[in-house]
């Protein structure tokens, strides 16, 4: 199971019902954020999922709506007292975002470790198997793909046929050597075939770009930034490297996801259900999110 809360759905400025960027993932009681625009912290105390959980940090680029809640943050993590090591990746340069930012949160109760990445990525956390990939910003920017596998369920069969004892099954489904007639026999040896996992793909700050639907094949969720709802602001997703709803929706059909969650709007954007209807013409399963919109997705 994989929970999801998009605690930030606004582009560049914070407005009074709309944070910046932040989204919070947790598998069985730890957790991440993508991204950590102004004021994320307050979202996490409001989400009440947990402070202390927050084992890594994935920063998508260095625009300031996207990591300007870094040292709130992290003063946060102290005053609960963290110990444990905090992860944060992003691009090249993180290391000097990160000492930067420091400068008005020098002392921590935990140390930070900083992982610079370079092209794409795949690295595992809190359980997921997590690959970054460029998008298209302008800038060094990455989207993230988050994938939940799931272990192949026992095969009773398998284990008949290998003599095993009833008494023994539970040893191998915790994942432990059993010995059989003075034969070991291994957990992947009782197992059937591997089970679909689950798969969320978030990507913002980007023109379209080819990774996105590959990335993204067949995900159980594909959350898309939706910086601009009306066709005419075309010209200006262009210019400053965002997408449409529209183009949004278009990267979700390819992808043949199972649904498609718009976020990011542009301050231009008062009610972003407004132009839903521009990304439903091309992908009908599509919603846009809000501040504080929670998700649970269920193995299938």
């Not at 102004?38 to 084992?55: A, N």
């Not at 066709?231 to 278009?250: F, G, Q, T």
Request: hydrophobic content about 40%; overall charge negative; glycine content about 8%.
């Amino acid at each position: 199971m994989l929970d999801l809360c998009t605690l930030g759905t606004g582009g560049t400025m914070p407005m009074p019902d709309r944070a910046l960027a932040a989204l919070y993932a947790r598998v069985n009681g730890r957790s991440i954020l993508i991204d950590c625009g102004e004021g994320t912290q307050v979202g996490v105390q409001k989400l009440g999922w947990g402070m202390q959980c927050i084992d890594g940090i994935l920063i998508s680029h260095f625009h300031a709506d996207h990591c300007s809640g870094l040292p709130g943050m992290l003063l946060a993590l102290t005053k609960a007292m963290r110990t444990e090591p905090l992860h944060i990746y992003g691009p090249v340069g993180l290391t000097q975002i990160v000492n930067g930012l420091r400068v008005i949160a020098p002392q921590l109760t935990f140390p930070v470790i900083l992982h610079e990445l370079s092209g794409q990525t795949e690295f595992e956390l809190i359980g997921l198997q997590i690959t970054a990939f460029p998008l298209d910003h302008g800038m060094p920017c990455f989207g993230w793909k988050l994938h939940l596998p799931r272990k192949a369920a026992f095969d009773p069969e398998k284990a008949r046929a290998l003599n095993v004892p009833l008494p023994m099954w539970k040893q191998l489904q915790r994942g432990e050597t059993a010995e059989v007639d003075g034969h070991i026999i291994r957990p992947e040896d009782v197992m059937g075939a591997p089970r679909q996992g689950i798969t969320v793909l978030y990507a913002t700050d980007t023109r379209p770009v080819d990774a996105i639907p590959d990335q993204g094949f067949r995900c159980d969720l594909m959350i898309l930034e939706g910086m601009y709802g009306a066709e005419e602001k075309l010209p200006l997703a262009v210019k400053n490297h965002h997408m449409l709803y529209r183009e949004a929706a278009a990267l979700a059909r390819d992808a043949e996801a199972a649904r498609l969650l718009l976020t990011h709007f542009s301050t231009s954007i008062e009610v972003p259900e407004e132009f839903i209807d521009n990304a439903r013409d091309v992908f009908p399963d599509t919603d846009v999110a809000v501040d504080g919109m929670t998700i649970t997705l269920q193995y299938p």
